[in-house]
């Protein structure tokens, strides 16, 4: 039987932890009308997810606003890996500090940092970014 992980999103609200969820398995972890509405993850979504060595994933996307961080600390409980989402255009913001925090203290060992929305950051110094001559 195959083995199977499960995985965390972390970050700061609207960094794209779902939209990441989403591209990656085809599920949108968002189904609450009123998370589509507001456009944030408020309750916790899941997708599956599998890799190609076989293993299954499950897929916990957390919501990134601070007044839902008890949310976050419930998905978060028991995530193998966690993907740590950064949006090019923002940076580190506090609820990535504070969700990277949550992931040590609950002991979280692998993780991936995830560059997300490059093509919304600008900077000549940047070759992504950089305007062509």
């Known amino acids: 039987m ?5 995985i965390g999103t ?13 591209a990656l ?16 993850t408020i309750e916790l979504g899941f997708a ?11 897929i916990v ?13 419930a998905g978060a409980t028991g995530i193998d890996i966690v993907l740590l989402v950064v949006a090019a255009d923002e940076g580190v913001m506090p609820q ?16 991936i940092v995830v560059l997300n929305k490059c093509d919304k950051h600008t900077c000549s110094a940047c070759p992504w970014t950089a305007p062509s001559r």
């Open 2 to 6: 195959p083995k199977t992980v499960i």
């Open 10 to 22: 972390a970050g700061h609200i609207d960094h794209g932890k779902s939209s990441l969820v989403r």
């Open 25 to 40: 398995t085809g599920t949108d972890p968002d189904r609450l009308k009123e998370e589509k509405e507001r456009g944030i």
């Open 48 to 58: 599956r997810l599998i890799l190609p060595s076989g293993t299954q994933a499950g």
């Open 61 to 73: 996307d957390v919501p990134g606003h601070e007044r839902f961080v008890r949310t976050m600390v």
């Open 96 to 111: 990535t500090r504070e969700h990277l925090d949550i992931c040590r203290l609950l002991a979280v060992r692998h993780g």
